[in-house]
């Protein structure tokens, strides 16, 4: 980014405080500014920041007229919760759904893209829209050298293309690579008939070598499952020996258990780049704005490099007077090496401080400990702002600034300090117990700073003064703040993610082979490590999280117990919308329930109805029903969330008091329960229909199919409304739970773990999971191509015509260890987990595996691994 152009922010509609706190956060990440006006730029600028007011009333065409000389410089920013008319053929940041402290990153990253790529990516942007919209079609990919365009582009502004238009250019990149070996098949066939001289010749020739390559084959099909096998032995033990096995695996043949391990691995840890480095890494930090590192070695030397590619950018060498230590600036203009203060542009030292640093104040001030009272050292001036703060253990304190707001938390000894660095003031110390092993951070409003101990983990909350413990696999080594999660790491232990807010693993993955010497946190939630294995890493961002629900505070209540009677409704449940564009998901415990974004989990409505003994059962087009069955008035409701409007209301029998489960139709315009006793489905229209069980009866599922109400129950009958019960005992188990299945068949589970399909009376067995899964419910895509099975000890979601895994959702992933519900839609699946955390896990097909796979840039292997993991093939495939 040229700083000497400022991001002019051009105001239409009246004054906003939100678009003066934008001004102020964009100049804090080391941007130049012009605060929000209503004149035109009149001098050149990095970027044209429209700011629409909800009460902007201009006229469209005259606003893009008058802007046509920065057309490639605009970013509409626009208050309230909904797009705006004004530019719309742009794509708005609208503050409603997004923090002012994200749209300022998102600001400083495309005013560092530059003019002409941003205004290539936008146009780019567009043809991934219609590709889209289109369902993808292909004739809308690019072609030829628009494709090495798009490429290049998309690389060197990979942190702020979409995600859609980096899948269209993976699309249209491997539409080539297709066209090209069809063209290499056609010509080697048209070569081959010409030079044979006849049809014959060619169809005698291949005939000769079926066998050869028959045998071919079938030892490709054998070597990949034998890699395959490595691969997945391997997750946790190794950074890139998964990665790079698996895709080895898949290259060699795409067998199931190829795909199945490429899948294993992908879920096992991010996405990442393995950089080698020349020496041994003692020291990192990094910049959120520019995205640059810092890298300082055992030599005394230090490295700047990008975190695009890992690029070395700048070299500075040692001198014996460095003290240990390395950081950089917010804005990447200055580094801090030893005890010197470095201008990155021309390497040249600006100047030399003593005492103890502590951080950056902001971009062009440092925090310093002088004769153990806190400063402020302008790097520009040199002069020295003192504090009121007094450091009685600089040597052994440990520092952290906020990102985006002046407060700096700091344990000196026993001793934590919460210090707002504009009057220079602290908060009350608080005592903790600490030893030599600390790292702390602070959140980036400055409300929270987590404090990484040898002995354990603990949380303060600034406005309240109190400290949390907080249980976490890594602690004491090092700890940073992305804004969204806490990333903790412990020597050779796996480094954490853990939600500011939600306070719980997010996921856990190995980084490095041995001791972690530095970690940061990066733009868009990517992070970046070092490790004593002499390798940088850096890691794509994790896959969305929400926690719009609340915990699950039932789990004491035996959630999982089939003969529990309600306690199925208490779990915490989710529902995909007939145009799959929304989620809903409901707590009981919490009495609230939610409708998100399928995509990027953005909470759209949300209602709360008071809590337990209310059970919300959340449906497919954003209602839900509403129970209350413990209370003196048992009842039954239809609710939009959007509003929390009644739309029809029932009042079921006494004997349906212990509901085991619910249901309704996709509009919710008829919704059935069960009892021990019977299935009965109620209507809008006030009409009831009973269908009595033969005896008293488990319903382990029920379901509607076209308005029609069905249940099974757990020794193996099949009720339908209408319809004479189907037994079911050709399973040869008692039946855990059911599902909906193709046409009119339906899907079931034995207590042994075998699964399949029931038609008609007649009985399919697909697979058999096992009886250790502990399943408690089953869940199936809405083409039912797919089932999920959720146990008490392990998960998994599996085809259903044939049965092999397409998503291991194992407890060794902390992700999906505490699972209560799924959806599926055939190309991802949506999960809400014990804690209230719902996330979005993509099913990739085999070729959206391939290219995740060769996405990542994984260390080579040395020829003594090598040597040492084809031995083992060769002592697998002895076995």
């Known amino acids: 980014m040229d700083h000497e152009k400022p991001v002019w922010i051009l105001r239409i509609g009246g004054p906003s405080k939100e678009f003066d706190q934008l001004a102020y956060e964009i100049e804090s990440r080391g941007a130049a500014v012009v605060l929000p006006t209503d004149e035109l730029p009149s001098s050149p600028v990095s970027l044209v920041v429209v700011a629409i007011a909800a009460n902007a009333s201009a006229d469209p065409m005259t606003v893009e007229k008058v802007l046509e000389p920065w057309r490639n410089q605009l970013v509409p920013v626009v208050e309230g919760s909904t797009p705006s008319h004004i530019l719309g053929n742009l794509s708005h940041l609208v503050l409603g759904q997004l923090s002012v402290s994200q749209i300022a990153d998102r600001i400083v990253l495309l005013a560092n893209v530059g003019g002409a790529r941003l205004a290539y990516l936008v146009r780019l942007e567009a043809r991934a829209d219609q590709w889209f919209v289109s369902d993808r079609n292909r004739a809308t990919l690019l072609r030829g050298s628009a494709i090495d365009e798009a490429t290049k582009v998309v690389g060197a502004a990979s942190m702020v293309a979409s995600p859609r238009a980096k899948e269209f250019v993976r699309a249209s990149l491997e539409a080539r690579r297709s066209r090209s070996r069809i063209q290499r098949a056609i010509a080697g066939i048209v070569a081959g008939v010409l030079i044979a001289g006849s049809t014959v010749a060619v169809v005698q020739r291949q ?196 990102a985006h ?54 949380i303060f909350h600034r406005s309240e003064g109190n400290l949390e413990d907080v249980n976490v696999i890594g602690t004491g080594t090092a700890v940073v703040c992305n804004g969204k999660t806490w990333i903790i790491a412990n020597n050779m232990l796996p480094i954490s993610h853990l939600g500011v807010e939600s306070k719980t693993v997010h996921a856990s993955y190995l980084a490095h082979r041995g001791p ?254 096992g009886s250790t899964l502990g399943a408690f419910s089953m869940r199936a895509s809405k083409d039912g191509t797919q089932i999920a099975v959720l146990g008490s000890a392990s998960s998994v979601v599996v085809s259903a015509v044939d049965g092999h895994t397409l998503l291991d959702l194992s407890p060794t992933d902390r992700n999906y260890s505490t699972i209560r519900d799924v959806a599926l839609d055939g190309n991802s699946v949506w999960l809400v987990r014990a804690d209230g955390g719902v996330l979005n896990v993509p099913l990739s097909s085999e070729t959206k595996l391939r290219d995740t796979l060769e996405s990542v840039t994984p260390r080579m292997m040395s020829i003594a691994e090598r040597e040492s993991l084809e031995n083992v093939v060769t002592t697998i495939g002895a076995d």
């Open 207 to 402: 005939t000769a070598n079926a066998a050869a390559m028959s045998a071919e084959a079938r030892a490709a099909d054998a070597q990949s499952v034998r890699l395959a096998g490595l691969a997945t032995s391997l997750i946790g033990t190794d950074p890139d020996l998964p990665w790079l096995l698996a895709t080895e695996a898949l290259q060699q043949s795409q067998t199931a258990d190829a795909i199945d391990s490429a899948r294993r691995v992908i879920q096992s840890a991010p996405t990442h780049q393995s950089i080698k480095l020349d020496g041994l890494p003692i020291a990192m930090a990094s910049d959120r704005i520019t995205g640059k590192i810092i890298i300082r070695f055992v030599d005394g030397s230090t490295e700047l490099r990008s975190a695009d590619d890992g690029q070395l950018i700048r070299q500075f060498s040692a001198l014996s007077t460095d003290l240990a230590g390395a950081d950089i600036a917010p804005g990447g203009k200055t580094v801090l090496v030893g005890n010197r203060l470095i201008d990155v542009e021309s390497a040249q030292t600006i100047r030399t401080f003593s005492g103890t640093f502590g951080g950056w104040a902001s971009p062009g001030s440092a925090l310093i400990v002088q004769k153990k009272k806190l400063a402020l050292l302008d790097i520009k001036s040199g002069s020295i702002k003192q504090t009121q703060v007094i450091i009685t253990s600089p040597e052994d304190a440990a520092f952290s600034v906020a």
């Open 405 to 458: 707001a002046p407060i700096a938390t700091i344990l000196d000894g026993k001793r934590l300090l919460s210090v707002n660095l504009n009057t220079g003031t602290a908060l009350a110390p608080l005592n903790i117990e600490r030893d030599s092993m600390v790292s702390i951070a602070t959140s980036d409003d400055g409300a929270m700073a987590f404090i990484a101990l040898s002995q354990g983990s603990k």
């Open 516 to 769: 972690i010497s530095g970690i940061g946190a990066l733009s868009g939630g990517r992070t970046v490590t070092s490790g004593a294995d002499g390798y940088l890493r850096i890691w794509d961002p994790l896959p969305d999280i929400s926690f719009p629900a609340g915990g699950d505070k039932l789990q004491g209540f035996d959630a999982f117990s089939r003969a529990g009677l309600a306690r199925t409704l208490y779990r915490p449940k989710l529902s995909l919308s007939n145009d799959r564009k929304t989620i809903t998901v409901s707590n009981a415990n919490q009495g609230s329930v939610d409708v998100l974004n399928s995509v990027d989990l953005t909470k759209k409505d949300g209602t709360l109805s008071g809590g337990a003994p209310i059970i919300n059962v959340p449906l497919s087009n954003e209602r839900f029903v509403r129970i209350n069955n413990l209370g003196t008035e048992l009842s039954l409701m239809v609710v939009e969330v959007s509003t929390n409007k009644i739309l029809w209301k029932a009042t079921p029998d006494e004997n349906m008091r212990y509901l085991h489960e619910v249901t309704a139709d996709s509009t919710g315009s008829r919704v059935a329960t069960a009892s021990s006793k019977s299935l009965v489905s109620y209507g809008s229209d006030g009409s009831i229909i009973r269908t009595p069980f033969d005896r008293t009866s488990i319903p382990v599922w029920i379901g509607m199919r076209e308005g029609n109400a069905m249940a099974v129950t757990s020794e193996g009958m099949y009720f339908q409304e209408g319809a004479d019960p189907v037994p079911l005992t050709e399973l040869g188990s008692p039946i855990v739970s059911a599902a909906l299945g193709p046409e009119n068949s339906i899907f079931v589970l034995g207590t042994d773990g075998t699964l399949a399909q029931s038609n008609a009376g007649r009985m399919r067995v697909i697979t058999n999971l």
